[in-house]
């Protein structure tokens, strides 16, 4: 029997329920639970804490906007200051010109925007018959309808009957088979195809040389919108503060969320060109009826103001590149233990450690003993599909990176001897 009245999301409750870590506190790159156990946090939470914890410039941001104005709606032709102000510096920063900024609670929200737009804006310019949503094997883009049907993790999608129709998932380190696909269905019926730059939740893939630049051209010939999914990619974690400018690639849309306030408020949003912004700004009259209750709150707003200042005085962004090869080191260490069969990193702040098939096999509880193990060393690491993952924040020293790795081969070491 449960012991809890919290549902956890993407857990198994019957095991979770009485098995739980309660994190109490937070300060820099640790936090810690209700014994006082520090931990160091090597996935940076959910991949959102890029400039750590505890940080009193967003604590305040967010306790002086609430005592000057808590909330509003931006629906119709209300705004307020923090929103305003944050939309500005999100398209001063973008690699896409004259961009416009809808915004959200979280990156769910911003794919579901995102989406809906890619076939708004065709329907809004006589192509209505764009309507194709393209993803890629092993790609998360959240767990709202559009999210969850166009997710390339088979679990994420099972049990759910069929949410959003014209969705296709597509191989993932191959652009042959978006031109492919464009054949097969014809390339006038494709609306909008989304890229992660590095797969994340679907275990931590890089993408193939040259994969999103040639993903960009065959878009731009056959017509279709590209979309990239920057929230985990964003803000720094490879090193820029958008994903695709990494590749050098400008898309029509990137979604962002988590690193824009580094998780200490729920925000997320969309950047949007003015090729699709147009034909809703100009005097046609069309309305993109469409907007989560949040957009734009201004407590949110104004956490992502602060964190935005703290990413550009502490020249954080850089960091998601200049620390990758001492991560990828750290990880590279593990390739030697018997059940590890590839260590995924060197491009970005992130990495996994892919786990025998044939041990998993063996044993299912491989994943979950090896972040045990972790655990009880002090560093926080989360199984993805068939690996381990790490996404420290920008803020991680070079010795704690040497921490993770050291970590990883002892507890390696010990569930390979483990007695069965």
Known sequence: MSDTSFWHPFANMASVSSNRLTITRSSGNYVFDSNDNGYLDATASLWYANVGHGRQEIVTAIAQQAEKLACYSTFGDITNEPAEELAHEIAEISPITGSKIFFGSGGGDAIETAAKLSRRYFFEIGQSERTIIVSRDGSYHGTHGFGTSMAGILPNRVGYGTLINDIAIIDRDDPRALSELALRVGSDKIAAVFVEPVVGAGGVHLPTEGYLTSIAAICMEIG??????????????????????????????????????????????????????????????????????????????????????????????????????????????????????????????????????????????????????MRRRGVLVRPLVTSIAVSPPLTITKSEIELIGNTFIEALKEVVSAPR
């Not at 803000?235 to 994903?243: E, I, T």
């Not at 988590?258 to 090729?275: A, C, D, E, F, Q």
């Not at 080191?329 to 098939?357: F, H, N």
Request: net charge negative; hydrophobic share 45%.
């Open 224 to 373: 279709a919108l590209l979309v990239v999914d920057s929230v985990i990619c964003g803000f720094g974690r490879l090193g820029y503060w958008f994903g695709p400018e990494r590749f050098g690639v400008v898309p029509d849309m990137i979604t962002f969320a988590k690193g824009i306030t580094s998780g200490y408020i729920p925000l997320g949003g969309v950047v949007i060109s003015p090729k699709i912004s147009d034909p809703f700004f100009n005097d046609s009259g069309a309305t993109f009826r469409h907007g989560p209750t949040y957009a734009g709150h201004p407590i949110a707003c104004a956490a992502g103001i602060a964190n935005l200042k703290i990413l550009k005085s502490e020249n954080l962004i850089p960091n998601g590149e200049l620390l990758e090869t001492d991560l990828s080191m750290a990880l590279m260490a593990s390739s030697d233990s018997p059940i590890v069969t590839e260590v995924r990193s060197g491009l970005g702040l992130l990495g996994a450690i892919e786990i025998s098939s044939d041990f998993q096999s063996r044993f299912p509880s491989a994943l979950g003993e090896i972040q045990g193990a």
